[in-house]
């Protein structure tokens, strides 16, 4: 069965804190993506990796980074964690086709104070 | 880039009765249209898709049409059950890499 985790439900941060956010699938995908989700909004792209090491900008990549070491990890990085980043955060993993399935770990909602 | 628009935001139906959702995409070149549920408190899941040399796909109760013309496609859900209460979103992508541009969303409840 494959999975997509999540290293938190729910965080609770300080303005001005670095968060890291941790995704780890096991279905040795090489394409890892980052999303928020807001009401209203869907599901908008962060950032997307493609291969270790390889990233690139998704439609909202301001004030975030990403890092992808090992093939099955890909954490999110909030450099310095505003309010107006309190947010659903999804990752996801998918194959290398163009209409390969997208599959969602159970995200991260964060709270910036 | 790929703009996708999705109605309606919230949708209330009696079970037993059908439920429609629609969204239209901008970009000509998008042939990969996804339909996505996410239920309380889970990431979103596929639950159909449909591509863009296909007008219409069905799976049991869930079926999806395309319109490449008109650029619009829909997820239609027959004989709706408690269950199939959920945010549904739809997607489209052309992309190279399979990314995804995703709808705002319509929120499904389905009363008995």
């Known amino acids: 069965d494959v999975k997509v985790t999540q290293s938190s439900r729910y965080l609770v941060k300080r303005t001005g804190e670095k968060v890291f956010l941790e995704c780890v699938q096991d279905?040795?995908?090489?394409?890892m993506f980052w999303y928020r989700q807001d009401p209203g909004l869907g599901l908008r792209l962060i950032y997307f990796?493609?291969?270790?090491?390889?990233?690139e900008k998704g439609d909202i990549p301001e004030g975030y980074s990403v890092s992808r070491e090992k093939k099955e990890r890909f954490s999110l990085i909030l450099e310095s964690a505003s309010t107006n980043q309190t947010s659903m955060y999804l990752c996801?993993?998918?194959?290398?086709?163009?209409?390969?399935?997208?599959?969602f770990g159970p995200g991260t909602r964060l709270l910036v104070l | 880039g790929e703009n996708v628009e999705q109605h309606p935001s919230t949708l209330s139906v009696q079970e037993g009765d059908s439920a429609v959702i629609k969204c239209t995409y901008s970009?000509?070149?998008?042939?990969?249209f996804p339909w996505y549920k996410q239920e309380l408190g889970k990431g979103p899941q596929l639950i159909i898709d449909?591509?863009?040399?296909?007008g219409e796909k069905k799976d049991q109760r869930i079926a999806v049409t395309l319109n490449k013309t008109a650029k619009h496609f829909s997820l239609h859900i027959t004989e709706t059950q408690p269950e199939d209460s959920a945010v549904y979103f739809c997607?489209?992508?052309?992309?190279?890499?399979?990314?995804?541009?995703f709808g705002a969303g319509t929120q499904v409840v389905v009363t008995p």
């Open positions: 279905m040795d995908h090489e394409n």
């Open positions: 997607a489209a992508s052309g992309d190279s890499w399979g990314k995804l541009q």
């Open positions: 970009d000509s070149a998008s042939n990969y």
């Open positions: 996801a993993s998918s194959g290398t086709s163009i209409r390969e399935t997208q599959y």
């Open positions: 449909i591509r863009s040399n296909v």
């Open positions: 990796s493609y291969d270790v090491k390889m990233k």
